[in-house]
């Protein structure tokens, strides 16, 4: 029991690196996103196996999914970075053991106030984006969904 | 016997497992011919000269040589049963076929003329009947047959046999000894043998060898 | 449910992740029975424990491949703990567990120290439990794992009837003039090549349930070596694809769905077993 204790501790932590959870800091807003509204990838469609694998896919060979649309259902996340004060925001697909819990960042496609214009923590949504890589300056990069839009 | 032929001669033969020394600088002889039985209590190495003999344990000193043009592959062992081997998921055929093994043959099946030889094997031992069987349904008796047919798949001209009735019922046992005078008697086989059964060596053993009086 | 499957199996990955199952459960079922007869069974737990810390050490190293670094180490100990034999100086069971227990640690101790990786849980996770690790396999691990897998079912063919002497009666193998130390140095490399293939497939944790439930399954039904041996290839295969096929459709971790598979199959034949002897 105590080893399962130990995975919950670091997979809190782990989860919240591995998201790569990204600010609201906008950039400019793109016209056509809405006018190919068709869904490349429908993550929320799949078990959660499935979604651990594709995302994995995402992180490790990225550039084949820049651009592609993909909509997901988790657990809405958040958590600022503490050095540049940056927030970031998060879909989160858990799983039992929460060690193997998968989630990408995204980037909301109307500037929103936090908190007032966020769901609550651990609340479920439904997100629709077009994928993107982020490369930061150590040249260690996350995927994350811009302009991404809620569901009800 | 006018004439003894040397099939095999140990000189100053050690034996033994790790430091530990079990048949200590020994001398004998077997002859063309011999039905010799080796007695003696439990523990004397009894069973490690047999190893020996068969070429499972390597001498620590001392030569064991083969004479009169005798190869290892024209000695068979029948060695003690082991506990996998109880439980063992093989047929009869299989088993007395894997006897061929040690003739490097790398091919995934077995040619006619040994198919043939197995089963002349099976029928020397009386359990041609068994060829199909699942070998860890026999009874014992049965069980210690078919090794025996695949020492004869091996062999030609000596058998080593280490206590082929331990465990057996009286009947069984005495099927075995039916079986091993015959192979002596009409195959001509030289045949040495590790027993408990007095008796029996006294019956039936042309020579007999009593490890609890060599000097160790 | 079947438009959900074709779905699903439009990924490459998922695709890679079938053939490689599929491979690597022929494999490990082929030598299951002659670890079990030659009661081995635990070693080949004890060598996944050495993969998992061969692996750690990889991570460490940073290279591009990990099996460069886990096949070698598994290999080396693999004959170490049985080519080793009488004149080890710590014996059997003893020097399994220390070996097994021993990397156990140093793997999680130097995944937690130097890993790379954010999600040091979901790694360890992976690796020990198989969670996903056939579903994430790169494009060189894909070929590796099937090149692996097509030399030790050559191999296997190749020195059947050999295997089969020395796992019934190495003594009298030896007598017939077999080169017994040569072939157990063989079925040792084996061994710790299916170990190291099987990891991807269920997880360090659960490569030995891989390797030993067809073969008891087999055996509880087959009589003869060749049909427990087939079998058991059989057997392996259906339950690893139907492991992986629910573990995607039901979001199940695919290593403990396909280990789950396998015990029901061993308890059907269990079940058909004592049913029939009873009537015998």
Known sequence: ?152 | MSETKNLIKCSQLTLGYGSKNIVNSFNYEINAGDYLCIIGRNGCGKTTFLRGLAGVLRPKAGKIELRDNLQRKQIGYLPQITVTQKDFPASVEEIVLSAFQGKSLLLPFYGRALRERANECLALTRTENLRKACFRELSGGQKQRVLLARALCAAERMLLLDEPVTGLDPESSQNMYNIIKELHEQKKMTIVMVTHDVEASAKYATRLLNFNEIEQ | MLDQLLFYLDFPFVRYAIIVGTLISLCSSLLGVTLVLKRYSYIGDGLSHVAFGALAIAAVLKVTNNMFIILPITVAVAVLLLCGGKDAQIKGDAAIAMVSAGSLAIGYLLMNIFSASGNVAGDVCTTLFGSMSILTLKPTDVYLCVALSIVVLITFVLFYHKIFAITFDENFARATGVNVNLFNLLIAIIIAVIIVLAMNLVGALLVSALVVFPALSAMRVFKSFFTVTIAAAVISVVCSLTGILVAILAGTPVGSTIVAMDIVVFLVCYITSAIRNKKA
Do not use: H, W
Request: proline letters at 4%.
């Open chain 1, 1 to 152: 029991m105590r080893k399962i204790n130990l995975y919950k501790i670091f997979s809190r932590i782990a989860v919240i690196v591995v998201l790569c959870i990204f600010s609201l800091a906008n950039k400019s807003i793109a016209a056509d996103s809405t006018s190919a509204n068709r869904i490349n990838i429908d993550l929320s469609r799949m078990s959660a196996t499935m979604v651990y694998s594709m995302v994995f896919q995402m992180v490790t060979e990225p550039q084949k999914f820049i651009g592609k649309r993909i909509k997901m259902k988790g657990a809405f996340s958040s958590y600022q970075d503490e050095e540049t004060g940056r927030r970031f925001f998060g879909c989160v697909i858990k799983d039992a053991l929460a060690c193997c819990s998968q989630g990408l960042a995204f980037e909301a496609f109307k500037p929103r106030k936090y908190p007032k214009d966020f769901p609550r923590e651990g609340s479920p949504i439904t997100i629709i984006g077009r994928f993107d890589y982020e490369k930061e300056d150590d040249g260690i990069g996350f995927p994350i969904i811009r302009n991404a839009i809620f569901i009800e």
